[in-house]
C-alpha cells in the first residue's frame, strides 16, 4: 500500500515550510498565487488528500453526531432516524447509528464508544431494562450536548423530545370507550420506559374520566415482540373480565395479535375492539384495518436534529430547555368501529 502523503512530504519537496503549505492548500491570503499554484499542483500531481478528521479534532470537533437507539427493526425508528439524517447531514455532520438491542449493557458500551470517537452531540432513545444513567455522565461533565428522545430520562442539563403520551394513551381508551367497550386491557412494554407507563397513565385518566373501576391489573406486561402473542390471547381465555376492548402500545404487535385472535375464533371488532400505537404502515395492511394513535417519528427526527445542530451553534441551550412535545393525532379505523 502506498504511503499516504502528508503537508509535511509536499513541504520538503517544494522546500518550503509544512505551514506555508497548510495556508497554500486553504487559500490563505497571506501567500502568493504563484505559491498557492505551485503547492496545489503538487499536491494534486501525488494525490495528497486533507485529513479533515485531524484538522476538526483541532477545532476540538469532530464534525459527527451520535445516536443510541433501542433496535432499527421498526418503522417508526427508521423514519425517526430518516429525519435526523436529513437535517445533520445538511448542516454539515455525519451521523453514527448504533444499537442497543433492548439491552443497558450494550447501551453503555455504546456510550462509552461515542464518547471515546468524540462526537460533538449525542442522541438517546433509551433500551427496555436501562435503570442506570451514569453512562451519560461523560458527555454531560464535557459539555457535550445530550438529548433523549422518544424513551427519556429526565436529567438536569439534557432535554427531551416526545409526544405527550398521557393524552395520546387517554384519547385512544376514550375512543374505545365510546364505541362501547368496558372491560378494557392495556398492553405495554416495560413501565419503566415512560413511552408505556405514560399511556397507562392516559389508559386510566379515561377510565376515572367515565367512573371505570382501573387498577394494576388493566396493565398487561410484554415485550412487544411476535413470541408474546400467545401469552396475550391465553391471557385474554383464562382472565375472570369479559374483555371487549385493547389498548397496544404496538401497531405490529396489536397486528400479529389480530391475527392470531382470528385464527382463534374472535371477531375484530364485534367481540374484541382493538386499538394500536405509531400508525406503522402495517396499520393500514391488516385486516380489519387498526385504529391507531399517529407519532411523527420522520418530524421528529427532524425536530431532533434540528435541536441538536441549534445548540452546536449556540442559537439554544439544553440547560435552559426542558421537554420539547409534539403533536399526536387519533386515527379512527376498522379495529374500533361498530357494524353499520
Do not use: W
Not at 245 to 265: E, M, W, Y
Request: glycine letters at 6%.
Amino acid at each position: 500500500m502506498n504511503k499516504r502523503i502528508t503537508i509535511y512530504d509536499l513541504a520538503k519537496m517544494l522546500n518550503v515550510s509544512p505551514g506555508t503549505v497548510s495556508r497554500s492548500l486553504n487559500d490563505h491570503p497571506s501567500i502568493s498565487k504563484k505559491t498557492k499554484e505551485r503547492v496545489i499542483a503538487k499536491a494534486n500531481e501525488l494525490g495528497y488528500k486533507s485529513n479533515k478528521f485531524a484538522a476538526n479534532l483541532s477545532k476540538q470537533q469532530t464534525n459527527t453526531i451520535g445516536i443510541i437507539v433501542p433496535k432499527l427493526d421498526s418503522y417508526f425508528m427508521s423514519s425517526m432516524l430518516a429525519g435526523i439524517e436529513k437535517t445533520v447531514n445538511e448542516a454539515g455532520y455525519n451521523l453514527i447509528i448504533s444499537q442497543s438491542l433492548e439491552s443497558m449493557e450494550k447501551e453503555k458500551l455504546n456510550a462509552a464508544t461515542l464518547f471515546s470517537s468524540s462526537v460533538d452531540a449525542i442522541l438517546v432513545s433509551l433500551a427496555y431494562d436501562t435503570s442506570s444513567f451514569e453512562h451519560f455522565t461523560p458527555f454531560i461533565q464535557h459539555n457535550i450536548p445530550l438529548l433523549f428522545l422518544d424513551r427519556v430520562h429526565h436529567i438536569p442539563n439534557c432535554a427531551t423530545l416526545i409526544i405527550d403520551n398521557r393524552l395520546a394513551g387517554e384519547e385512544a381508551t376514550e375512543h374505545l370507550i365510546q364505541q362501547g367497550c368496558k372491560n378494557l386491557l392495556y398492553i405495554g412494554g416495560n413501565p419503566q420506559r415512560n413511552v408505556y407507563s405514560d399511556r397507562f397513565k392516559g389508559f386510566k385518566d379515561a377510565h376515572l374520566k367515565n367512573n371505570f373501576t382501573v387498577d394494576a391489573s388493566y396493565y398487561l406486561e410484554s415485550d412487544l415482540s411476535r413470541d408474546s402473542i400467545g401469552m396475550i390471547v391465553a391471557h385474554l381465555k383464562s382472565t375472570n373480565r369479559k374483555i371487549d376492548g385493547l389498548f397496544v402500545a404496538s401497531d405490529t404487535f396489536a397486528a400479529h395479535l389480530i391475527k392470531a385472535l382470528v385464527q382463534g375464533g374472535y371477531k375484530v371488532p364485534e367481540d374484541l375492539k382493538i386499538i394500536g400505537f405509531n400508525n406503522d404502515p402495517v396499520s393500514e395492511l391488516v385486516t380489519p384495518t387498526l385504529s391507531t394513535i399517529d407519532y411523527p417519528g420522520y418530524e421528529m427526527g427532524v425536530l431532533a436534529g434540528q435541536s441538536v445542530i441549534s445548540q452546536l451553534k449556540g442559537s439554544i441551550n439544553f440547560k435552559l430547555a426542558n421537554t420539547i412535545t409534539l403533536r399526536h393525532q387519533l386515527i379512527i379505523r376498522e379495529s374500533t368501529l361498530n357494524n353499520k
